[in-house]
């Protein structure tokens, strides 16, 4: 029965968001400059199908689990925040030590994403074999979680390759600001990966659908209240989240908590934002007055969500001849494996250049 309810809501949200919300055409949106060695037509000759074949599973997916949308945007953030877009947070660890998934920030990450991918890494290894990056496909799932969820739907730079190594868990815990990190301590983060202060306002917008666990904000309900938070809201939470410990989940945004929209930031007005990181953006000067903006102007938002949230999935990526084409978003492929694809994609890359430049 919770199945079957799970269902017809995620049927519901997606049919009302496509008729009743729907979205500006990618061209109109302003893009950053894009990285060398990606393209908005990568794909065009060795899988024209891939943006279709991505969206159409996923649509499928979210009618049977909308919270799914929510998990794939995140799985992009911990991927680039982490030596960039490279999806080394998909590689299982190993003997030389545990992967980026088993460090503590990234513990939430929910199963069902990782699984999403490798079904997309399997549907398109059908039609049109390995050509297509596992980081590719963890950007495009992203945008089609923002646009599916009522989000603006925006153009993808493509032709990332897959990083061969994971991070250690030091350098991802750094690099994973806590949800109690006030806006200095994620400003010095974001400068590490080129991103500024208008980045750090629009991309937290990401924040306008999904869960978190009570862990990750109840040492701002006890053992005192943070008198930047409203006292009703606190005082719900408190009757999600009844201890300090408590292993409960609770939306990010009490609004509108399944589709992507500016009300996170209508939160924040109201001091109704979940985490430190997420009200703190109201209540620091540097950064109040784009809050503000954003929450009086969805199409502002957007359009500044989308130049940011490309930019960052362009973080140290991987072109060329760099990192490799995973044939299996899980594992780094075997050396034999390896030299045989960057073979093919040496070819692929010859037939693109003379077609396309």
Do not use: W
């Not at 030590?97 to 513990?107: H, S, V």
């Not at 009570?214 to 930047?228: A, K």
């Amino acid at each position: 029965m919770a199945t079957n309810s799970t269902s017809l809501l995620g049927t519901l949200v997606l049919a009302t968001l496509l008729i009743a919300f729907p979205s500006a055409s990618a061209d109109t949106y302003t893009y950053p400059p894009l990285a060398t060695g990606l393209s908005f037509s990568y794909y065009q000759a060795s899988c024209p199908q891939l943006e279709t074949i991505v969206s159409d599973f996923l649509q499928k997916s979210f009618i049977g689990d909308i919270g799914l949308a929510a998990a794939l945007l995140r799985l992009h953030f911990h991927d680039c925040f982490v030596q960039g877009c490279d999806a080394s947070v998909l590689l299982d660890g190993s003997a030389s030590g545990p992967g980026e998934q088993q460090a503590p920030p990234n513990l939430t990450l929910r199963p069902a994403a990782f699984k999403a991918i490798n079904d997309l890494r399997a549907l398109i290894e059908k039609s049109c074999k390995t050509v297509v990056s596992c980081a590719d496909l963890v950007a495009l799932a992203a945008r089609d979680s923002v646009y599916l969820s009522g989000g603006p739907n925006y153009k993808v730079p493509l032709g990332r390759r897959d990083g061969q190594n994971f991070a250690s868990q030091s350098t991802t815990l750094a690099s994973l600001p806590a949800p109690s990190s006030n806006v200095s301590t994620l400003l010095s983060v974001l400068k590490n990966i080129n991103l500024d202060t208008n980045d750090l306002v629009a991309i937290s917008g990401g924040h306008t659908i999904g869960l978190s666990h009570c862990s990750s904000f109840t040492s701002r309900l006890y053992p005192t209240q943070d008198t930047t938070m409203d006292q009703s809201f606190a005082g719900k939470l408190k009757l999600t989240c009844p201890t300090s410990n408590t292993n409960n989940t609770t939306v990010l945004d009490i609004r509108t908590p399944n589709i992507f929209d500016n009300k996170y930031y209508v939160d924040l007005m109201n001091r109704q934002g979940l985490f430190t990181s997420d009200q703190d953006l109201y209540m620091d000067s540097r950064t109040k007055s784009i809050v503000t903006d954003f929450a009086v102007n969805q199409n502002l938002f957007f359009q500044k969500f989308v130049y940011s949230f490309v930019k960052m999935g362009q973080v140290n990526v991987l072109t060329g001849k760099k990192g490799e084409i995973r044939t299996n978003c899980s594992a780094k492929n075997p050396t034999k494996v390896s030299e045989i694809l960057q073979s093919v994609t040496d070819i692929e890359g010859t037939v693109r250049s003379s077609k396309y430049i």
